[in-house]
């Protein structure tokens, strides 16, 4: 395969003004009629005379016409994704007819059947196959579709815009016309045609214009809209206050479909959607789904004006869109709910997953240099570093200057295809900030390494912090540039009290919160007036993606954990107390006392109700095997699994009163909702009985057989149920799985969470077990959701089983990547990603995943998507 480079990006020699498309679709296939309206590109100073079009190998050409004329055979030429005309005038209409086959195209990108109606995803370049096309996204038209089908079937017949016709044909079919009024590339156009239930809402917009909003789902699903559909309104309310963005088209279009590649898609008016991303009740999704549903509701909303009026000027762009939309959506998240707990899951996620990602073989920058298939980088670092590089402009110019930049962003180049470059040049504009430095955090890769020192100097009354700055080597990239981070701290007396941060010797007034901006690879800074010896809180509220490294005493972490005014590195320090703790019993056999501080510290966070509820629910859970995974040089999983294990016995064991107390007095009174309180609740209740189950209590035993029957919503009944799964009791676990599976076995969303809690359970997920469960009839090698729950929740998520001695998980999923890579190698690609990461494991385990990488290499017709994962993880 190909690598593509930035640095040879060139405009395009032909625009598209119009495209006119029809539809026919059939059983049996689906023919596509399109009509360019093309011209030279003023713009560019190519003098090529001949057309270049991208096309798909799977997708046949039936007519080719320029201006009316068919044209001659050896007047183009056809190769299998690409389509050469070879002398074009500087303005002409062209038509071309293909045929595709919806109904076996298993890669589900560009036209393809989902429990039997039609669908499209065209992000990144699924366009190609369904008609040729200059499919990049700076080349911008305007759509108008037509679509013919049987009646009787596809009732419903959409596509993005608004309808401007429809009508009966012969033989029992219909059409509909779509006309789109706003230019778009075409990784934004979009097609549903399927026997769909329609529910309908309204939305008054700040000019006073009225929206119609649609939602469109299979009929079983009528009932399980509501939530997507009132994020849907908050998302647009909050765009209008916050950033002052209304919605452009007279209807807003949500479809939902089972089988989908990512979470969803924001084509223009129309987007579509996972169904596990935006259906939910409250018996069958849990408080973490509500909440994930609302954001990507939310996230592809918000895309309308960050990505589709304003759009990427290439692929390498990727993160203007992505990496503002997730800050845009997570700010949403934060006002919605609790801003401490969401600023917690975010930096929790991105330590975990994206450190991982960074410091591997796939590490790359938020804006790339290159790459081989585009799909492969929908990844942690363009989305959610690519949201901290946003969010660190947000800290750094403050609410109302990046305000008026963000004005400014979509005001200049509204209609427009442009670079993460003109997203920075605005906020500079707008602010008259110098963010020359700042753009560093596009163009380098590897995460920000901070080391901290201290001094007190008694007699001067100063306290001095010295922050160096190093970043790691990654794939092809050496010796880097310090870069501009901004540093927020405070620092606390020994009564906990925040002390005011004067860092000139003459200043009186001075904040007790500050965000210092490093900017060279070493900084001293002098705190004056300070009559003891302060504890440093640093990095506050995770206010750049980096790690940082300072000498903590347990007491001094013990101390943040109930001291520090900052909600995030209260929760942080309670992360390092236990990361330090279990860490230390690593490798060990004998029994080895866990620390008492950290006991009593959780004791504390169990009684205290005066505490933030949500916070303690998030303080009580104990780093994840994946995060600790992360920390460690050489990790060898399970005995990291076993550390973590006994620490978490101990616990239970020593708070056994504090557990049961807690869960009785978390009881949710009331009817099902999701606020922060009754989440925090129903988290705390979970978190207890897990804990006593962890230990096979039988008390707690009890409580989860009847919560399980009792409960009124998922998050309850799923709380229930993974504690038994994680238990020793096994005829009990058995029972409920089985009663759990008869009761939703006809619900695609819930059986999807019944697989998952099983695959992602060290005890219920041993490799035979994992084989049976793929063996269950509700597993289906065409779904995606199906494979994520099962495969990649093993190989994700149970790591003890996952990173076996014996090697036999790495040549499982060995064994799945190889199968998937024919029909879908999109979710291919992305299941190979446990496996990259082989050299920073032990040799024992390392030289096995590396057999397993070198056996998926070796397969004959590897797809593009997994070569290019495969070869740089060997490389
Ligand atoms: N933009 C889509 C992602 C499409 C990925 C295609 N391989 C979803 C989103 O980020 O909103
Ligand atoms: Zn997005």
């Known amino acids: ?157 959409l596509s993005n815009g608004n309808d401007v016709e429809k009508g009966d044909l012969d033989g029992g079919r219909h059409f509909v016309t779509w006309e789109d009024p706003f230019p778009k590339p075409c990784y934004l156009f979009a097609l549903v045609a399927g026997n769909l239930v329609e529910k309908r809402d309204s939305f008054h917009t700040m000019s006073g214009r009225d929206i119609d909003l649609r939602m469109y789902v299979e009929p079983r699903n009528a009932e399980k809209c509501e939530h997507a559909m009132d994020s849907l309104k908050r998302a647009m309310r909050w765009d209008e206050e916050v950033y002052g963005r209304e919605y452009d088209l007279d209807i807003f279009m949500i479809v939902a479909v089972d089988d989908f590649n990512m979470g969803a898609m924001e084509n223009k008016g129309l987007n579509i959607f996972n169904s596990s991303c935006v259906l939910a009740s409250q018996e069958t999704a849990t408080d973490q789904a509500f909440q994930r549903i609302e954001s990507i509701v939310a996230h592809e909303y918000f895309h309308n004006w960050s990505g589709n009026r304003v759009t990427c000027r290439d692929w390498f762009q990727l993160s203007l869109k992505e990496g503002f939309t997730v800050f845009r959506d997570s700010q949403f998240s934060a006002d919605m709910g609790s801003p401490t707990v969401k600023r917690i899951e975010d930096a929790a996620m991105l330590r975990t997953a994206q450190f991982a990602e960074d410091s591997g073989p796939m590490a790359h920058p938020v804006r790339p240099e290159s790459y081989m ?284 009163d504090d557990l049961l107390a807690c869960y009785q007095r978390n009881t949710v009174e009331g009817s099902y909702e999701v606020t922060p309180d009754a989440v925090a609740r129903r988290s705390l209740r979970n978190t207890a009985l897990a804990w006593l189950l962890h230990m096979d209590d039988e008390e707690g035993r009890t409580l989860a057989e009847s919560q399980f029957e009792k409960a009124d919503n998922m998050t309850d009944r799923m709380g229930a149920l993974r504690a038994l799964v994680n238990s020793g009791y096994e005829q009990e676990c058995e029972r409920t799985l089985n009663a759990f599976y008869e009761q939703w076995k006809d619900d695609p969303q819930v059986v999807e969470q019944w697989f998952a809690v099983q695959a992602g359970s060290s005890r219920r997920g041993s490799l035979p077990e994992i084989r049976q469960l793929m063996a269950h009839p509700a597993f289906d090698w065409k779904n995606p959701n199906k494979i994520r729950s099962v495969i990649g929740v093993f190989a994700g998520q149970n790591l003890p089983a996952f990173h076996a001695e014996d090697g036999s998980g790495y040549r499982f999923l060995e064994e799945q990547v190889r199968r998937l890579d024919d029909s879908n190698p999109q979710i291919a690609a992305r299941l190979v990603s446990p496996l990259t990461r082989w050299r920073k494991f032990a040799p024992v385990h390392g030289e096995q995943m590396k057999a397993a990488l070198e056996a998926i290499r070796d397969k004959p017709g590897l797809s593009r998507d997994v070569y290019e994962v495969v070869h740089k993880s060997l490389a």
């Open 1 to 157: 395969p190909q690598t593509i480079y930035l640095k040879d990006y060139r405009v395009p020699v032909f625009l598209v003004d119009h495209v006119d498309l029809r539809f026919e679709l059939f059983d049996d296939g689906a023919r596509v009629h399109s009509v360019l309206s093309m011209r030279r590109n003023p713009g560019s100073d190519s003098a090529d005379k001949s057309l270049e079009l991208n096309g798909d190998p799977l997708t046949t050409l039936e007519s080719l016409s320029l201006d009316g004329s068919e044209l001659a055979k050896d007047a183009f030429e056809d190769r299998a994704d690409k389509l050469v005309i070879h002398e074009v005038p500087d303005s002409f209409e062209l038509d071309v007819v293909t045929w595709l086959e919806p109904q076996n195209n298993t890669r589900l990108e560009g036209l393809y059947q989902s429990s039997g109606m039609f669908c499209t995803q065209c992000e990144a370049e699924g366009f190609r196959c369904i008609t040729y096309f200059p499919d990049r996204p700076d080349v911008m038209a305007r759509f108008r579709t037509r679509i013919e089908a049987d009646k009787a079937s596809f009732p419903i017949l």
């Open 373 to 656: 298939e585009i799909t492969n980088f929908y990844t942690l670092t363009i989305y959610e570093k690519g949201c901290e590089v946003v969010g660190m402009i947000h800290t750094l110019l403050g609410p109302d200057m990046f305000r008026k930049g963000s004005d400014l962003y979509f005001e200049r180049h509204d209609g427009q295809a442009v670079t993460t470059d003109d997203f920075v040049r605005a906020m500079e504009d707008a602010s008259g900030r110098d963010l020359s430095q700042f753009r560093l955090w596009y163009e380098q890769a590897g995460t920000p390494e901070l080391t901290v020192q201290d001094e007190y100097d008694r007699a001067a009354g100063i306290y001095r912090l010295t922050i160096d700055q190093t970043i790691p080597e990654t794939p092809g990239q050496t010796n880097k540039k310090p870069q501009h981070i901004p540093f927020a701290i405070g620092l606390l007396g020994t009564g906990g009290e925040s002390l005011p941060l004067k860092l000139g010797a003459g200043e009186t007034e001075a904040p007790t919160d500050r965000v210092l901006e490093l900017t060279e690879a070493s900084h001293t800074f002098e705190f004056h007036d300070l009559s003891e010896r302060p504890v440093p809180s640093l990095l506050r509220n995770f206010s750049a993606p980096v790690r940082v490294y300072y000498p903590w005493t347990r007491d001094q972490l013990m101390f943040l954990m109930s001291h520090d005014p900052d909600g995030f590195n209260r929760w942080d320090a309670g992360q390092r107390l236990a990361v330090d703790v279990i860490s230390g019993l690593v490798g060990e056999t004998g029994s080895e006392a866990v620390d008492s501080g950290l006991t009593e510290a959780y004791r504390g966070l169990l009684a205290d109700e005066s505490l933030d509820q949500a916070l303690v629910a998030k303080m009580l859970q104990l780093p994840s095997e994946a995060y600790l995974i992360e920390l460690a040089d050489s990790p060898n999983v399970p005995d990291i699994h076993r550390a973590r294990e006994k620490v978490l016995g101990h616990l239970a064991t020593a708070l056994r």
